[in-house]
């Protein structure tokens, strides 16, 4: 019986003995990582911006008199032709102003009759004076007062030609005032804001002063997005170029957009100006909607885009976190390899080799947010190591690694368990 319970004793100790002493006494296990397998990827290197949906065709309409308003044809929500009457002002004062003028320029042409009517007179004196004169009937001076009475009627008829030709200046000025009193459209579109109610008075705009806004009409079917660009990404853009659109009020969806109008000048930003003239500039992007999902959207709605740029499709690329620069892998040199990698622009990854961590040096190309085109350096199928981010910045030449246990992995067998 003693012997049996030794034996017992013994064979526990082994199997709680047997791990503790590989643990102890065994080899280094290695550092854990994570690698993925190098293939081909498609890469869409993209520029990142904001900005604010309005409509590339929209007019403010403003009154170009002074004036009550009488009429207001329309509502917000109608659609309207160009030329069509929205509104009316109370025209009044301008059809007395019209009458004025028009009465004006009947007695300028009264005038002018008047004047005509002495002037033949005057010349056919003049003719009975100038025959009586060559006679010696008359003297001299009776003739010159003929022929300056006869001056006299031509610049009288003259000045009321003129006064006739201010006359009308003046009708059709007046003419022009009153049929600025009915507003029409200038283009067909949608009323989208009326700013004026009935008896309130319009007043035009001056250089000093802003006048009243009536009304707002635009073509709501040439909705699209002016993104501020910064202007280090602005020299990346051409006409034509795709990007995806997520607006404020539908963060889920995705609308599909196309370059359409690049700026020469950047956007004015008076108090950045102020503040400092070497602050970064943006331009203001046009880009117009594709595809609008059928989405009820709204001028003024903020939204971010990403413009893709450049495109490559079945490239060789890697995740780009498995990338390291050079000046991250010099602090991981010794003294007298630091000599083979000084530039800022040269970069390596990590490959598994045979379980043992391999450096190689590589050549990139474009990237996204994702992957990273790897021209040179690396080749199809090799195992490059991609993390952890604290693995992968102790990492050093030859040292053991293993391959950590994919989290698809962990969680089947935590679900196993739980079964």
Sequence with gaps: ???????????????VAIPVGKKMFG?????????ETVGKQTIRSSILASGTLTYQQQVLLTSEVIGKVAEILVAEGDKVKAGQIVLKLDDQQFRAEVEQQQ??????????????????????????????????????????????????????????RVSLQQAEALLRQAEQRLAKTVIRAPLAGTVIAIDIKIGETAVPSTQSFAGSQMMTIADVETMVLEA?????????????????????????????????EIPLAPKRNVGAVAQNNALSRTYSVKLKLVDDGDLMLRPGMTCRTEIFNNTKGDTLAVPIQAVVSGSA????????SRSTLKAEDTYAVWIDQD?????RMVTLGVADDRYQEVLSGLQENDRVIVGPPASLRRLTEGVDIKEAEKKSKKADKKAEATS
Excluded: C
Excluded at 29 to 35: L, N, P, S, Y
Excluded at 329 to 336: G, P, S, V
């Design 1 to 15: 019986m003693k012997a049996k319970k030794w034996i017992a004793i013994a064979v526990v100790a082994a199997i």
């Design 27 to 35: 080899g280094k296990a290695g550092t854990e990582v994570e690698i």
């Design 103 to 160: 009465a004006s320029r009947r007695q300028q042409q009264i005038n002018i009759e008047r004047q005509q009517v002495n002037l033949d007179n005057e010349r056919r004196q003049f003719e009975r004076t100038e025959k009586l004169h060559k006679q010696k009937l008359i003297d001299d001076t009776r003739m010159d007062d003929a022929r300056h009475r006869l001056s006299l009627a031509e610049i009288e008829l003259r000045q009321s």
């Design 228 to 260: 501020n660009v910064d202007e280090a990404d602005i020299g990346k853009l051409s006409p034509g170029l795709q990007a995806d659109i997520f607006s404020a009020a539908y963060p889920d969806t995705k609308l599909t957009g196309v370059v359409d």
């Design 329 to 336: 892998l010099e602090k991981q040199e010794d003294e007298d």
């Design 355 to 359: 379980g043992r961590a391999q450096k």
